[in-house]
């Protein structure tokens, strides 16, 4: 489905990606966790094509992203940065309908059809009674849940999240995870995202592709990568792994210094 | 189902069309009231009788001569120069951009000012010149603003002081090495429409027309590019490219100006402000809107500086700078910006 083979990323000459692969199913749902600078959002930006990569290539469908016109990528593929902008006085309805401008000639006018879409995004991330809302009155999950309603109408086959949860309280977080979840599997978009908290890594993806310091350390599901030796490797911390009842998945308990030494102690 | 509620959305703009209509009956009023206005005066019903070819109350010389070409240049000067300002901050995704102060004004002052001064043979190509001088500007603004491959607001607004630094040292440069040929330049240098003449707006007009047409087919661009960079790339735009579209048309706009009238700064800046505020960010309403209130002001300010302290004639362009300038401040101070 998408492709990254062998990306070399440069900022300024210097190296900021190395070799990086990374093969992703169709309807696969897939974390990219990382530390803080290990390339995480270059990585994901590289793959959408918004940053162009120095050496390697990235296949969407098997096709180049390169050859291809960038409003046909934009037909299949679906971005949303970290921190994202609209203008003060623009409603959340207006901000979702720009999701159908990979669809239009620039002279096309909205038809119908597309007002159907529009409807079908903003009931699906539960926007209805917000729709006429102007984004700045929004709160920071509400204003997640219209830009995915916008990458929606935009009707991707991948569609890839920097971030998606920063800034959110955790009851948002939650909101906007259940949300991604349910387009992936109501939907069988792919989903690609970049997540700082392990848990959410964990519980919410099939597999979780590890990077630290431009490279892919690990790729694999979240059993097989989310370790307590994996996580002292790449965050240099101590870490409690335990397995949920419901799910089997991993959950990670990161210690303080005092409750690191402590255990150490009675290993 | 919920198609009615989604196709709804363009009947609440109502108001903000009807604010547009207003201006422009506000414009046409404004310029009953200006071609009354000067040394000896008119009331408005004698100036439309005359307008209509009734009545003789006026001098053809005075109507048709000296106040109509000025009239309708200040609208044409108003309108281009609010249009070009709002372009480039479409382009530039900052409120603080125009034409003057990314140095595109100063630009085209330049190349004018060589040909008044230094090779008045070729008077006839001053608006070419004037397009060039413009586009070497925004090529030295976007150039030196050009970092990782994308354009930086502050960046542009940064090297667009440093461009008007360097034209406005060539500009007084100039000034002091040719000063016996400057009266010539000087009323031009100010941004004044006295003594322009009809010959002036046969110049402008088609030109300015062709500038508005480029400029409506920009809406859906400038439109896309509120949405950030990186998301207007998502939708599958190619945004250097968009920038590049909206940037010609807005320095074709201004230099064609700047050519005919000299600088005349802070309508390219505050008119889109004040339209902002008044119709909101979608380049569909704010495109006409500024237009509209381009020319309105243009006029207001040119008519003021002629009837006011008549019958001395103050630039149009002193006039705007006088109440753009501490506008611009109070617009700061309020942290609109």
Same mark, same amino acid.
């Given at each position: 489905?998408?492709?990254?083979?062998?990306?070399?990323?440069?900022?300024? /000459?210097?190296?900021?990606?190395?070799?990086?692969?990374?093969? $992703?199913?169709?309807?696969?749902?897939?974390?990219?966790?990382?530390?803080?600078?290990?390339?995480?959002?270059?990585?994901?930006?590289?793959?959408?094509?918004?940053?162009?990569?120095?050496?390697?290539? $990235?296949?969407?469908?098997?096709?180049?992203?390169?050859?291809?016109?960038?409003?046909?990528?934009?037909?299949?593929?679906?971005?949303?940065?970290?921190?994202?902008?609209?203008?003060?006085?623009?409603?959340?309805?207006?901000?979702?309908?720009?999701?159908?401008?990979?669809?239009?000639?620039?002279?096309?006018?909205?038809?119908?059809?597309?007002?159907?879409?529009?409807?079908?995004?903003?009931?699906?991330?539960?926007?209805?009674?917000?729709?006429?809302?102007?984004?700045?009155?929004?709160? /920071?999950?509400?204003?997640?849940?219209?830009?995915?309603?916008?990458?929606?109408?935009?009707?991707?086959?991948?569609?890839?999240?920097?971030?998606?949860?920063?800034?959110?309280?955790?009851?948002?977080?939650?909101?906007?995870?259940?949300?991604?979840?349910?387009?992936?599997?109501?939907? /069988?978009?792919?989903?690609?995202?970049?997540?700082?908290?392990?848990?959410?890594?964990?519980?919410?993806?099939?597999?979780?592709?590890?990077?630290?310091?431009?490279?892919?350390?690990?790729?694999?599901?979240?059993?097989?990568?989310?370790?307590?030796?994996?996580?002292?490797?790449?965050?240099?911390?101590?870490?409690?792994?335990?397995?949920?009842?419901?799910? /089997?998945?991993?959950?990670?308990? $990161?210690?303080?210094?005092?409750?690191?030494?402590?255990?150490?102690?009675?290993? | 189902?919920?198609?009615?509620?989604? @196709?709804?959305?363009?009947?609440?703009?109502?108001?903000?069309?009807?604010?547009?209509?207003?201006?422009?009956?506000? @414009?046409?009023?404004?310029?009953?009231?200006?071609?009354?206005?000067?040394?000896?005066?008119?009331?408005?019903?004698?100036?439309?009788?005359?307008?209509?070819?009734?009545?003789?109350?006026?001098?053809?010389?005075?109507?048709?001569?000296?106040?109509?070409?000025?009239?309708?240049?200040?609208?044409?000067?108003?309108?281009?120069?609010?249009?070009?300002?709002?372009?480039?901050?479409?382009?530039?995704?900052?409120?603080?951009?125009?034409?003057?102060?990314?140095?595109?004004?100063?630009?085209?002052?330049?190349?004018?000012?060589?040909?008044?001064?230094?090779?008045?043979?070729?008077?006839?190509?001053?608006?070419?010149?004037?397009?060039?001088?413009?586009?070497?500007?925004?090529?030295?603004?976007?150039? @030196?603003?050009?970092?990782?491959?994308?354009?930086?607001?502050?960046?542009?607004?940064?090297?667009?002081?440093?461009?008007?630094?360097?034209?406005?040292?060539?500009?007084?440069? @100039?000034?002091?090495?040719?000063?016996?040929?400057?009266?010539?330049?000087?009323?031009?240098?100010?941004?004044?429409?006295?003594?322009?003449?009809?010959?002036?707006?046969?110049?402008?007009?088609?030109?300015?027309?062709?500038?508005?047409?480029?400029?409506?087919?920009?809406?859906?661009?400038?439109?896309?590019?509120?949405?950030?960079?990186?998301?207007?790339?998502?939708?599958?735009?190619?945004?250097?490219?968009?920038?590049?579209?909206?940037?010609?048309?807005?320095?074709?706009?201004?230099?064609?100006?700047?050519?005919?009238?000299?600088?005349?700064?802070?309508?390219?800046?505050?008119?889109?402000?004040?339209?902002?505020?008044?119709?909101?960010?979608?380049?569909?309403?704010?495109?006409?809107?500024?237009?509209?209130?381009?020319?309105?002001?243009?006029?207001?300010?040119?008519?003021?500086?002629?009837?006011?302290?008549?019958?001395?004639?103050?630039?149009?362009?002193?006039?705007?700078?006088?109440?753009?300038?501490?506008?611009?401040?109070?617009?700061?101070?309020?942290?609109?910006?």
């Amino acid at each position: 489905m998408l492709e990254a083979q062998a990306l070399d990323i440069q900022y300024d /000459g210097k190296t900021v990606v190395n070799n990086f692969s990374l093969s $992703v199913q169709q309807g696969e749902m897939i974390s990219i966790i990382g530390p803080n600078g290990s390339g995480k959002s270059t990585v994901l930006k590289a793959m959408s094509r918004l940053i162009p990569c120095h050496m390697g290539k $990235v296949c969407l469908e098997g096709q180049d992203v390169r050859a291809m016109d960038t409003k046909t990528i934009s037909q299949m593929m679906c971005i949303l940065c970290q921190a994202n902008q609209a203008p003060s006085d623009m409603t959340v309805q207006e901000l979702v309908s720009y999701g159908r401008m990979p669809h239009k000639k620039w002279y096309q006018r909205l038809t119908p059809e597309d007002y159907e879409i529009i409807d079908w995004a903003i009931e699906k991330t539960g926007l209805s009674e917000l729709r006429h809302r102007k984004l700045p009155a929004l709160s /920071g999950g509400e204003a997640q849940r219209a830009w995915i309603a916008m990458a929606l109408t935009q009707r991707p086959k991948v569609l890839l999240l920097d971030e998606p949860t920063t800034f959110l309280d955790i009851a948002h977080q939650l909101e906007v995870l259940e949300l991604t979840r349910t387009i992936n599997q109501e939907l /069988g978009v792919t989903v690609i995202m970049v997540l700082h908290d392990l848990n959410h890594a964990s519980e919410y993806s099939d597999k979780i592709c590890v990077l630290r310091k431009g490279k892919q350390e690990l790729f694999g599901t979240p059993r097989e990568v989310l370790t307590t030796d994996t996580i002292r490797q790449i965050y240099h911390v101590e870490a409690e792994v335990a397995y949920s009842p419901v799910s /089997g998945k991993p959950r990670i308990h $990161v210690c303080s210094r005092a409750e690191a030494s402590k255990l150490w102690m009675a290993n | 189902m919920n198609m009615r509620s989604s @196709l709804n959305v363009d009947t609440s703009h109502r108001k903000s069309w009807i604010l547009i209509a207003i201006i422009f009956a506000l @414009l046409i009023l404004a310029a009953i009231l200006s071609l009354g206005l000067g040394s000896v005066r008119f009331p408005p019903n004698e100036v439309i009788s005359a307008l209509l070819g009734k009545g003789n109350e006026i001098p053809d010389t005075i109507l048709w001569d000296l106040r109509f070409p000025r009239m309708t240049l200040a609208l044409l000067v108003g309108a281009n120069m609010a249009l070009s300002g709002a372009l480039l901050q479409a382009v530039m995704n900052n409120p603080l951009a125009d034409p003057g102060l990314t140095g595109v004004s100063s630009g085209s002052a330049v190349t004018v000012l060589v040909i008044i001064l230094l090779l008045p043979e070729f008077t006839s190509s001053i608006p070419f010149a004037a397009i060039i001088g413009g586009s070497i500007a925004a090529i030295m603004v976007y150039s @030196l603003a050009w970092k990782k491959g994308s354009i930086s607001p502050v960046r542009i607004i940064l090297s667009g002081v440093a461009v008007n630094a360097v034209f406005g040292g060539i500009i007084g440069l @100039l000034s002091i090495l040719y000063s016996d040929r400057l009266p010539a330049a000087l009323q031009w240098l100010n941004g004044s429409l006295s003594g322009k003449g009809i010959g002036d707006v046969k110049l402008l007009l088609p030109y300015s027309i062709l500038g508005w047409i480029a400029s409506m087919f920009c809406i859906r661009q400038a439109n896309i590019l509120r949405l950030g960079e990186q998301a207007a790339a998502n939708l599958g735009e190619k945004v250097n490219r968009i920038r590049v579209v909206l940037s010609v048309t807005a320095v074709f706009l201004a230099a064609i100006t700047v050519s005919v009238v000299g600088i005349v700064g802070f309508v390219g800046l505050i008119v889109p402000h004040i339209a902002r505020m008044l119709v909101g960010s979608d380049y569909k309403r704010l495109l006409p809107m500024s237009l509209g209130m381009g020319a309105l002001v243009m006029l207001a300010a040119d008519t003021a500086g002629r009837s006011l302290f008549a019958p001395l004639d103050i630039p149009a362009g002193i006039v705007m700078a006088m109440v753009g300038g501490p506008y611009f401040l109070y617009l700061m101070r309020k942290g609109d910006m």
